[in-house]
């Protein structure tokens, strides 16, 4: 049995993100809002250290999200102000899924 290539565009899988953020209030509600509105649920979020001036690191692990819709969201949440450095970005194979395919 052959299977088909998808375009990269319509990659269905969990994301790993790591953004470096201003430590003030409501900034993981900016970028949880623009990741919802993208259609991009979060399993999971750890933020690390207090920072007065300066940026923390922020870890979020996601549910099977799109690759366009990540993408549009990466970029639209690189323009906020309160991120200080580019998203980084692993994509997380589902061990089960991959087996049943």
């Known amino acids: 049995m052959m299977r088909q290539i998808k375009p990269m565009d319509e990659l269905v899988i969990n994301y790993y993100f790591r953004f470096s953020a201003v430590d003030q209030p409501g900034v993981l509600s900016k970028i949880s809002g623009i990741l919802g509105n993208h259609d991009i649920s979060i399993a999971s979020v750890i933020q690390k250290g207090r920072q007065v001036k300066g940026s923390v690191p922020v870890v979020m692990m996601t549910h099977e999200a799109r690759e366009r819709d990540v993408r549009l969201a990466l970029a639209e949440i690189g ?23």
């Open 79 to 101: 323009d906020l102000q309160v991120v200080t450095a580019p998203t980084r970005l692993i994509r997380v194979e589902n061990r089960e899924a991959v087996d049943e395919g």
